[in-house]
């Protein structure tokens, strides 16, 4: 099917993907997972939560393989691989500049995937892994979320969920899940991803280290919440007119109403596009959001993967 695995597309913590084709002609991408130590919970997860999914910004999964030690993930095949190679330290390649129009409809439809996991599939899913590495996009540009290792299914469709470790990736990743004092692990969990993830694609930028003694690196939704309590015009990489600044603006103030510390202020997925195709007129800004030990972590952290937090804002 992969040819013998010529056509390496990628790789992570989990293994790695390669472009396959079907007998039919059709495209494939298949991800080879590592050799795990959970006897292949993660596999089945993701086998057991996508299978019940159909829906547009979902990717579809075609088949897999379990055989012994071998296991692997046959999925459709996104030309344009995953969303995180269009935004953060990626903004001056040629394939980083898609469009302020685009970006909001690519936040849309990742808005709309969430919700249909949360409200949409006969069984609750919960993804638990909401970045931009897990967002592929099609030939078109259309988003599709991807990657359900960490998802967790909930059959009785309870919102609440119980939780022994934290998942997801650390910048990304709700402080409920890490200090339960906070609040209740629920699909909250999801919008606060989401929410982080909106300001990585409008700030084009990636954690940077707390402890820096560099004036111009502070929390970015600190620095670009009191542009929009100010009323400032925001001088953000490639806003230029008007309508531009409108659909930033938008994002904005969806994202940091995602990103509140407390999970019940956070809005359901469903408000959450209500906001994003509602006007800008109609949309009250956030209360502040405060820096969280996770956000700390995460920008102390040299392992995590790309996820915004602390910016050099002198950039913008």
């Excluded at 991807?146 to 909930?154: E, H, N, R, T």
């Excluded at 490639?238 to 969806?254: F, G, Q, S, Y």
């Amino acid at each position: 099917m992969t040819s013998s695995f010529s056509d390496n597309l990628g790789g992570g913590g989990f293994g790695v993907v390669y472009r396959g084709k079907l007998q039919d002609g059709c495209l494939v991408a298949v991800k080879i997972l590592k050799e795990s130590k959970s006897n292949g919970e993660e596999f089945i997860n993701e086998v057991a939560s996508i299978s019940r999914t159909s829906h547009v910004n979902i990717v579809s999964l075609r088949g897999f393989c379990f055989e012994g030690s071998k296991r692997a993930l046959i999925y459709e095949f996104m030309p344009n691989g995953s969303l995180d190679k269009f935004i953060g330290n990626n903004y001056y390649l040629p394939e980083g500049q898609l469009g302020w129009e685009k970006l909001l409809r690519i936040a849309v439809g990742i808005a709309r995937g969430i919700e249909y996991l949360h409200q949409g599939c006969n069984t609750r899913i919960l993804h638990f892994d909401i970045k931009p590495h897990n967002i592929l996009l099609d030939k078109d540009f259309n988003p599709k979320i991807s990657d359900f290792g960490l998802a967790k299914l909930c059959p009785n469709r309870s919102s609440i969920v119980s939780m022994v470790v934290a998942r997801g990736t650390i910048g990304y990743i709700a402080p409920e899940l890490v200090c339960r004092t906070i609040g209740e692990v629920s699909c909250k969990s999801d919008v606060y991803s989401y929410g982080m993830m909106v300001l990585e694609m409008v700030g084009e930028t990636k954690i940077f280290d707390v402890n820096s003694d560099r004036s111009s690196e502070i929390y970015f939704p600190h620095w670009i919440y009191k542009h929009l309590e100010q009323n400032y015009q925001l001088d953000i990489n490639r806003i230029a007119n008007e309508d531009e600044h409108l659909m930033t603006r938008k994002m904005i103030i969806v994202g940091l109403w995602c990103i509140q510390n407390d999970p019940t202020i956070r809005p359901s997925m469903a408000r959450v596009l209500e906001m994003l195709e509602r006007n800008i007129e109609s949309l009250q800004i956030p209360p502040k959001p405060i820096i969280s030990s996770t956000q700390r972590l995460a920008a102390n952290s040299s392992t995590s993967e790309s996820a915004i937090g602390f910016a050099d804002v002198s950039r913008f």
